[in-house]
């Protein structure tokens, strides 16, 4: 279950993806099968090419592209989502969800 984004966050988000662009976007999430994990960052691009390569520059295997409703993205979560954020100069969107 997503929550805690703006419909506008979202919407800008899946524009991204669609343009082929690498787009990120952080929300609070709950997952009994991840506790303890209580934001998720996805990282979509529609330019499967170029999302595999931005996994692979993070050693993330493509078999973790999730194919959903035509934005594929990877999930990013714990320690890998902050030390990702931190390298792209994101991790304003993981901060405003632990004030």
């Keep these: ?29 709950i997952d009994e099968r991840f506790p303890g994990m209580t934001t998720v960052t996805k990282v979509g691009c529609a330019d499967i090419e170029k999302l595999m390569k931005w996994g692979e ?14 934005y594929p993205h990877f999930d990013l979560f ?13 991790l304003h969107q993981l901060e405003r969800f632990r004030k």
Aim: aromatic share 12%; charged share 30%.
């Design 78 to 90: 714990g320690e890998k989502q902050t030390a990702i954020l931190t390298s792209e100069n994101l």
């Design 1 to 29: 279950m997503a929550f805690g984004i703006k419909r506008k966050e979202l919407q800008e988000w899946k524009e991204k993806v669609e343009r082929g662009e690498i787009a990120f976007l952080t929300h609070y999430w």
């Design 57 to 70: 520059k993070y050693s993330i295997p493509s078999k973790y592209i999730h194919h959903q409703a035509g």
